[in-house]
C-alpha cells in the first residue's frame, strides 16, 4: 500500500545584487545548487520551474517529496550550503501531505506531474461555512466541482493537504500545456456553486517546468556549464 | 483567426543606491536594457510607460505580448542580463491572457494600446456572489456598465483575464489622453448596479506613455545618449 | 475659468544610513533637493511639511499641484538627481485631481493651504454601498456632514479626486492651527450618518507645515546653510 | 485649569548590523541618545520601555509628553542626531492627546505612568456602527465596561485620543506590576457587551519600564558607562 | 501550588548574507548563541525547534519559559550579544503565560513538550461572537472540540494565554510524531461547532524538535564542533 508523501513547494527570489559578481562566481553558485538538487533527486522526486517573466516575486520554485519530513528539512540543509542560498529569500513555501480525498475515488498518493510544460499553483482556504454544510450536501456541491473539472481532460489535478503543518488548507497544483484552456476551466469554475466557499486561493503562481539547469540559467541568462 | 495573446505587465522600481553610481555606469545599464526591449520589440508588442511622479513603489511599466508564454520568460531572462536589473525590483506583475469578451462584441484578441498619454491599469476581482448572479441578470447588469462607458468615447479599453494563471481575475487597461475625463468616467461609474460586485480593483496606476529610452531617462534624470 | 488641477503627495522616507554621511555630503544632498523645489515652486504651488515626530515612516511631505500632469512627472524626475533621492524612498504617494463638489458650492479647483501651522491628510474611499444610496438621500447625509464641520470654522478643508487615477477615491487635506480642535471635530463627525459609508480612511497624517529648507534640516538636525 | 497633552509613542528597532561595531562606537551611540532623552526629560515627560523579549519588531519604546506639538518635533529631530538612529527604524508610532472622558470623571489630562513595572500599549479602533448606538446606551454600555476594570484595582488606565491625528482612534496604556493580572482582565473584558464594537485592538505591547540608561544597554548587553 | 509561567515562542531568521561569512566565524557566532541557550536552559525549560524545510519566513524557534518576565527579557539581552543575532530578525514573537483552563481539568501551568518529534504552533484569535455566547452553550461546543481531540491520544496540546500581553489571545502548540495524524485531526477539527469562532489561526508553523546545536548546524550545514 502506498504511503502518504510530504510535498514541500519552496519558492525562490535571488537577490538583484547577485547579478552583480561575475561570471564565474555565479556559475559556483549555481553548480552548488545544482548538486544539490541531483542528490535528493536521484532517489525521491525534485522538479524545478522557472517564473520568471510570470511573476516580480519569485524566481524558481523547486517541488520536492518524501515520505519523511526530516528528508525534506535535510534536503534544504544542503540547499543552504550552496552560494546560491547566500543570497535568496524564500518569499513563499508551502509544507503539505498527500491523502485520499473525500470526493474522488482518482485521488493520488503521490504529486507526480506528467511532464506538462507548465504547473499552476495556488494555497487554498475554504470558507468555515463550508464545514458546516451537511456531508451529503458537500458531497453534491464537489461533484459538480469535478463534473465541470472533466470536461477539460487535458487539465490534470494534484491536490494536496496543510491542515495543522502550514497557512493553507490545501495546495492545489494543475498541469497542462495550454494555460488559455486552464484559464477557461478556472473562468468557468466561478459559476460552480462550490466557488461560493472559497475564502482564499491566491497567490496565484504560473510556473513553467523546466530541468534544475535550466531554471538556474534563467536568473541570470548564463549557463552553468553542466550538461544536466 | 487571430489567436489569443500572453500580456505582461512587469513594474520595475529602481533601488535608490543605483542613482549613486557614476554617470558612466547607469548609463552602461540603461543601454544594455534598452537592447534586450529594442529585440523584443522588433517583433513583438512592446510599450514603455513612466510612473515617475504617479507612483512612489514603481517607476516603469513594461507590456508586452505575444502568442507564447515561452517568448516573455525569454524576453524577462534578457531583460536580467542588463545591469540596470541588477538594481530593480519588480514590485508588481501582472500576467493574463486576450480572450473574446461574454459582454461585448467589440473585444479584441491584442492589447493593442492607440498612443494615447495615458494607460491607467489595475488588477480587477469580482466577488464570488457576482458568479452566482443568474447569466441573464449579468448580462443586463454590464450592458449598463458598457452604455455608460460609451458615454466617454476618448476613453479606450483594453481588458485581458489572468482566471487561474495570476492573483487577479481581469487585468483592465484604460487609454486616453485626460485624466480629468477618465476620472469622471470612474466616478460615474461607481453608481452603475456593476460596481456592487467589485471586490478589488487596487492598486491602480496612472503610466505615462513614452519611448523606453525616455522612461529610461527618466528614472535618473540623464539622457542614454542613443536615439531610439 | 479655472482650469482643474493635478494634485501630487509625495511622502519620503530617508534612509537611516544617510545620517552616517559626512555633515557636507548630507548638506549637498539637501542643496540639490532643494534646488529642485524652488525651480517648481517659482511658478506653481510646491508646499512642504515635517513628519518627522508624527509618523515613523515618513520623514517630509512634498504636495505640489499643476494643470499638466507632465509637469508633475519632470518635477519627480529632476528631483531624483539630487543626492538625497538616492538614500530616500517614497512609503505614500497619493496622485488627485480638483473637481467642483457635488455637496457644496465653496468647493475650488486648487488645493491651497492657507499658511496653517498643519495639514491632516489621508486617503479616503467610500463603501460601495454609498453609491448605491438614492442621490438625494446622499445630499441629506453630506448635509449634515458639512454642517457639523461648519461648526469647527478654523478647519478648513481641501478635498481632491483620484478615482482610476490612484488607489483611493479622494485625497482628504484638513488645515489647521490647532491639533485639539480638529481631533475634536473628527470624533464629533464619528456619529454622523456618512461615518457608516467609510471604508478607509488611513493612514492620517499629521504634516507640520514648514519651508522646504527647515523640512530639509529636520531630516537631520543640520541647516543647509542656504536662505530660503 | 490643566491643558490638554500631545502623547507620542515611539517604537524604535536596530538594525541588527549595529550589534556588529565595535564596542566604543556602540557606546557613543547610545551616550548621544541618552542626552537626547535627557534634555527633552529636564522639562516634560519622558518614559523609556525595553521590548527585548516579548517583541521582535521593536526593541525599545519611548513614550513623551508636550502641550506643544512643535517641542515633540523637536525632540525627535534631536534624536536623529544622536549616532543610534542612524542604524534605528521607527517600525511603529502613535501620536495622540489627552482629552476628558465622555464615561468617566476619573479621567486625567495627562498621561503619567505611576511607575508600574510594565506598560501594556495597543492601538485601539471601534467599529462605525458603536457610534451609531444611542448615547444613552453607549453609557451603559461603558459603565459596564468600566465597572469591570474596576474590579482590577492594580490595573491603572491611561487612555489617550488619536482621531484624525493618526491612523488610530485611541492608544491605550495599562499600567500595571502582574501581567497575570491583566491577561485575566482582559479574557474577562472579551465577555463584555463593549468588546463587540472592537474593530481594531492589535499590535499589542508588552513593555518593560526602565530607565532609558538601562534600556539602551539592553540593546546590545553593554552598559553605556553613564550614571543615568 | 504551582505558579504560572510565563512562555515565549522566538522565532529567527537568519540573513542569507550571513552565510557568505568564512566558516571560522560562522562557528564562532553559534557558538556564542548555543552558551547563552546553556546558560538560561540549565535551570529553566529552554527547547529548541528548525524550521528549515518547513516555512520560508523563518529557520529556528526558541521555546523559553519562566515564572519572571525578566528572566525572559535578560535571556534576549544575553542572546542578543552573540555574533549570530548580529545577522538574525525575529520574523514571529509570541508572549504568553500558562493558565488553567475553564473547560478541561487537564490543563497545565507549564508547557513542556514531552520530547515528540514535532510541534505545531500558531497564534489563536476567537471571533468577538464566541465571547458573547452563553457560557453553559460555550461549555457544551468546548466539550465537543475535547473530545475529537482525545480520538487522537498521541497528539499532545499545550495551550497558553496571551490576551493584552501580545497580538493573539491564545498561543496553541500541539506536539505529536506523526504529522499525517494531526493533520488528520486538524482536518477532522474543521467540521466542529467552536470552528466556526476561529477569528485567526495563522501562521501556522511544524517545527521540527532538535537540540540547539542541531538547529543552528542546520543554519549552514556546518557543525558548531561543540558536544551539546
Avoid at 525562490?12 to 564565474?24: F, I, M, S, T
Avoid at 548538486?35 to 516580480?56: I, K, M, N, P, Q
Avoid at 478556472?186 to 466557499?197: A, H, M, N, W
Amino acid at each position: 500500500m502506498p504511503e502518504r508523501q510530504f510535498v514541500k513547494y519552496t519558492f525562490l527570489k535571488v537577490d538583484p545584487a547577485w547579478r552583480r559578481l561575475d561570471a564565474e562566481e555565479r556559475a559556483i553558485h549555481k553548480r552548488e545548487f545544482l548538486a544539490a538538487c541531483e542528490d535528493f533527486s536521484s532517489e525521491r522526486l525534485l522538479r524545478a520551474f522557472s517564473l520568471v517573466g510570470t511573476r516580480g516575486d519569485a524566481d524558481l520554485l523547486l517541488l520536492t517529496q518524501a515520505t519523511n519530513l526530516e528528508r525534506i528539512h535535510e534536503f534544504h540543509v544542503v540547499l543552504s550550503q550552496s552560494g546560491l542560498m547566500g543570497w535568496a529569500e524564500t518569499p513563499y513555501s508551502f509544507l503539505a501531505m498527500t491523502k485520499p480525498s473525500e470526493y474522488s475515488d482518482e485521488s493520488r498518493l503521490e504529486v507526480r506531474p506528467q511532464h506538462s510544460k507548465y504547473l499552476f499553483v495556488y494555497p487554498f482556504v475554504k470558507t468555515r461555512e463550508w464545514y458546516g454544510v451537511d456531508p451529503k450536501e458537500r458531497w453534491r456541491i464537489m461533484q459538480e466541482h469535478i463534473r465541470v473539472g472533466k470536461e477539460y481532460p487535458d487539465v490534470d489535478l494534484n491536490t494536496s493537504y496543510s491542515f495543522g503543518l502550514d497557512d493553507q488548507e490545501f495546495v492545489v497544483a494543475f498541469e497542462g500545456d495550454e494555460p488559455a484552456v486552464f484559464l477557461d476551466l478556472v473562468q468557468r469554475l466561478r459559476t460552480t456553486e462550490s466557488s461560493l466557499f472559497t475564502k482564499r486561493d491566491t497567490p496565484t503562481f504560473t510556473c513553467i517546468a523546466m530541468s534544475v539547469e535550466r531554471a538556474l540559467n534563467a536568473l541570470d541568462g548564463a549557463t552553468v556549464g553542466v550538461t544536466a
